[in-house]
């Protein structure tokens, strides 16, 4: 978002006045760009108990016309909480306040730790935060707050940092399979804004954009949110007619499927042949626990017509607030300009920090630390639920479990589980169409011990009802 737009929302602001039912002085901050203001003043109400568990968000079409500002800086806040963990998403209600985070009261004492949640053991959101070695952050965090002379603060690059954007494209995608220049590189605090950067600049109103049945609800209500019609790939036979498809050929969200090498084939001759663009999601893809490697992104095979989207949050920690885009050549002065627009800047002390996190080798020894974690975090899940998930048809890859509990069992089961403070979610609740809703989905964020621990009490609530030995890898949601 350009300086002028973002003092005439703020200025707005100021005259504007909040519903009832929203903290009379909810606004956004200027500091870090608009939406992580609001994220973090919707982050303080819950805190401090103002809106405190099960409590229902506003809808981010009423943040944005109450708070006068644009609906994707509200979808952005809101889908910030949930992937921090501070609200979940509910099928088809809403967005509610987590149960986990603690928040202020005045039977108890406060304390420093002020922004500790605790998830439920099986949360999809729940990180893996035992696997961070926090103190090398520390020590790098504190250099480069060290070397940032005061003068930069005030112009930084919008692209990002040039040393980030180098060691991106020759220790991050290089390794990949994808050769691209530093100039290429745009950095952005999530992967979702990425992907609204991108809508920003290719799709105009009415336009067509493809998604996938198994993709994230965040995506897909940013694109309708800039006033894409959606359609999913292989449903309705007029995808020649679409502008942009937003796909994650690796992993997908929430199944942990692949793309089929047919369904690579015809988008990319679909973005040839009709002169569109794939954004390509690729987050989740360096957790493959197969031994081998993970299909190579889309953009390898076709550079000028893919726009790939990665996001280090995930693999280091939610609040971390860096991602990226690799853009075609022929679109990077676009997406460019667009990025002085839209807005979303990432914090210039992490990405500092983050250059020399990659490359002085500590990013690559904390993937290989982070994949073995999951592979016995997995095993330790799958040996809880013995009976209930067959250990030979696990997916292959992604941050939780996929388990078919029975066709119309899984809303119902992880209501239970919700119930029971367990976490999981069913995947019906999260695709474009609920499907058979059988598949449920358990995070593994959680240490093993954890695992083992609350593992048979998991295995009871989902076992009620009788479900019996299935194969995860075959729901259809």
């Known amino acids: ?14 005259r504007s006045r909040a519903p009832a039912f929203l903290p009379a002085d909810l606004a956004p901050e200027p500091q870090g760009g608009l939406y992580q203001g609001l994220y973090k003043r919707l982050r303080a109400f819950i805190l401090d108990g103002v809106w405190p568990p099960g409590t229902r968000l506003p809808s981010s079409r009423t943040l944005a016309a109450d708070l006068r500002v644009s609906r994707n800086t509200a979808i952005l806040a809101v889908e910030q909480l949930v992937a921090d963990g501070w609200a979940e998403s ?22 420093s730790a002020r922004d500790a949640v605790e998830l439920p053991p ?57 050769r691209c220049h530093p100039d290429q590189i745009l950095i952005v605090p ?30 897909r209500q940013l694109l309708a949110a800039r006033g894409a019609r959606l359609q999913t790939i292989g449903q309705g036979g007029t995808e020649r007619l679409a502008r942009l498809a937003c796909v994650a050929p690796a992993v997908s969200f ?43 992104p889309l953009a390898v095979e076709d550079g000028a ?3 790939l989207v990665g996001s280090f949050n995930r693999i280091l920690f939610p609040g ?54 999951y592979v016995e975090r997995r095993a330790a899940l799958i040996e809880a639920l013995a009976g209930i998930v067959d250990p030979a048809s696990v997916n ?31 995947a019906g609740d999260l695709m474009v169409e609920r499907g058979a809703d059988s598949a449920l989905l358990l995070g593994l964020g959680a240490t093993p011990e954890a695992i083992r621990l609350e593992g048979p009490r998991l295995a009871a609530v989902i076992s009620e009802g009788g479900i019996s030995c299935t194969r995860p890898s075959r729901c259809s949601a």
């Open 320 to 373: 971390l607030c860096v991602a990226f885009l690799v853009a075609p050549p022929a679109l990077a002065e676009r997406l460019r300009t667009a990025h002085g627009i839209v807005g979303g800047r990432a914090s210039l002390a992490s990405q500092l920090a983050l250059r020399a996190f990659i490359a002085e080798g500590h990013f690559a020894r904390h993937l290989r630390r982070r994949r073995q974690a």
């Open 90 to 111: 509910r099928s088809r209600s809403g967005v509610y306040v987590s149960a986990g985070p603690a928040v202020a009261s005045s039977a108890l004492p406060q304390t």
């Open 254 to 296: 929430p199944t942990c499927t692949s793309l089929d090498s047919g369904t690579r084939a015809w988008l990319l001759g679909w973005a040839r042949e009709q002169d569109g663009w794939i954004v390509e999601d690729d987050r989740d893809s360096e957790l493959w626990f197969d031994e081998a490697p993970p299909p190579p």
């Open 122 to 178: 099986f949360a999809l959101q729940r990180p893996a935060a035992d696997l961070f070695p926090a103190q090398i952050w520390k020590q790098l965090q504190a250099r480069a707050w060290a070397e940032i002379e005061p003068q930069r603060l005030a112009s930084a690059d919008p692209a990002g940092d040039a040393g980030l954007r180098e060691t991106i494209a020759r220790l991050v995608c290089a390794p990949r399979g994808l």
């Open 190 to 219: 999530t992967a979702t804004a990425a992907i609204d950067l991108a809508a920003a600049a290719l799709l105009r109103a009415g336009d067509t954009a493809l998604v996938e049945d198994a993709s994230r609800p965040a995506v």
């Open 396 to 426: 292959r890859a992604g941050l939780h479990l996929v388990v078919n509990v029975g066709a119309g069992r899984a809303s119902a089961v992880a209501a239970r589980l919700a119930a029971a403070r367990l976490g999981g979610a069913a």
């Open 305 to 307: 017509r893919v726009l």
């Open 1 to 14: 978002m350009s300086g002028a737009l973002a003092m005439r929302e703020m200025e707005g602001l100021g």
